[in-house]
């Protein structure tokens, strides 16, 4: 099977020059117990994927990349009945194991022995199954390594979906939607007549704009530095869109001393700076965005005794993938969540890095692969 292989990182951009991914041919593996074999049909560019790549994101090389897909399964191992082949899927990048802190918690996108797995380029049941002919390891992407013809994955890291669901569709629920919508839903639980501002319109920002417009009443002020994003924010529910030059002035003209929630989607300590004196008094800042570790922030500690101000942290959008996959499915399906105005087009996986150039450049939203 082929594979995008990433074996040196911070390689310099542009990368359709210096092609950090190699497609490269591996033995297909069998799944073990516990685990599924998936035939992808359909992968997405994310940050996340370029974070790994640019050094932002620290994970064990060589390492097949690849979080956000959808395929169809094509055999599973021993003890799994619930999931059969021929099932249409969509991979979910934290495999929850049911059973640690954060699990009994409910909170299965911080599951402790997930993100063990997926710091070492493990699966959740055992070691990483991928590696070369010759028997050199290739660690798994968060436990996906979606960037292939085939995903070993365990059974934890997938969701199954009616299989009337176009690929092109379902390929972005895994990643974007989950992280974007689940800000909105899950972690600042916003309710009706809010307002929110999102800073950062790339599919999980706009995402977020999209569940926020369903909310009765709400104000949606979308920020990104190219007008093309906020024209796609305003398509997207928005009522008020500009630059971050702009975002003062759009607050104080549409609400009334302040946002109730401000989401961070660009991965900026300056951004989440910036976004806390948006707030009004009592509101919430929800970080979704992947700054480098060796950013810092820098606040008057005061804005949140003093101003009830809030700093939330949001990861895959405190979502419950098995509960949130089918229901933000059902919204699409009923024409509340307008996901395909994210997707750019669809290219053949031999385009990976001149796409990598395409995605820090703010050129696409979602560019999708094919494995047809």
Aim: net charge negative.
């Amino acid at each position: 099977m082929r594979a995008a292989v990433l074996r040196t990182a911070e390689l310099p951009a542009p990368y359709a020059r210096s092609k950090p991914l190699t497609l490269d041919l591996l033995p297909v593996p069998a799944p073990r117990a516990g685990e599924v074999r998936v035939r992808i049909a359909r992968a997405s560019l994310c940050h996340s994927d370029l974070s790994v790549i640019n050094g932002s994101r620290v994970r064990p090389l060589p390492m097949a990349l690849g979080h956000e897909a959808t395929g169809v399964v094509e055999s599973v191992g021993d003890g799994v009945d619930d999931v059969r082949p021929g099932d249409h899927v969509v991979l979910v990048f934290v495999p929850a194991c049911g059973s640690c802190r954060a699990c009994s918690a409910g909170r299965p996108a911080l599951c402790y022995r997930g993100a063990e797995a997926n710091g070492s380029g493990d699966l959740l049941h055992g070691p990483a199954v991928l590696a070369t002919a010759d028997g050199e390891r290739i660690n798994h992407h968060l436990g996906v390594s979606a960037f292939a013809d085939y995903a070993v994955v365990a059974r934890e890291s997938l969701v199954v979906i009616d299989d009337d669901v176009p690929f092109d569709i379902a390929a972005m629920f895994g990643c974007a939607a989950l992280t974007g919508i689940g800000a909105v839903l899950n972690t600042a639980e916003m309710a009706a007549g809010q307002s929110v501002v999102v800073f950062g319109l790339g599919a999980v920002g706009l995402m977020a704009v999209m569940a926020a417009a369903q909310i009765a009443g709400t104000t949606v002020i979308a920020i990104d530095p190219l007008p093309s994003k906020q024209e796609l924010g305003l398509r997207c529910g928005a009522q008020h869109a500009g630059g971050p030059e702009d975002a003062e002035d759009l607050v104080r003209q549409a609400t009334d001393g302040g946002a109730d929630v401000v989401i961070e989607a660009v991965g900026s300590a300056r951004v989440l700076e910036s976004g806390l004196q948006l707030l009004a008094r009592g509101g919430a800042l929800v970080s979704v965005g992947l700054p480098h570790p060796d950013q810092a922030i820098s606040t008057q500690a005061l804005q949140f005794a003093g101003m009830g101000r809030r700093l939330l942290g949001s990861y895959m959008g405190d979502a419950v993938p098995e509960r949130d996959i089918p229901a933000y499915l059902d919204l699409w399906r009923r024409g509340k969540l307008p996901v395909e105005l994210l997707h750019t087009d669809t290219r053949p996986l031999a385009d990976l890095n001149e796409s990598l150039d395409a995605l820090a450049e703010g050129r696409v939203v979602r560019r999708i692969f094919s494995f047809d």
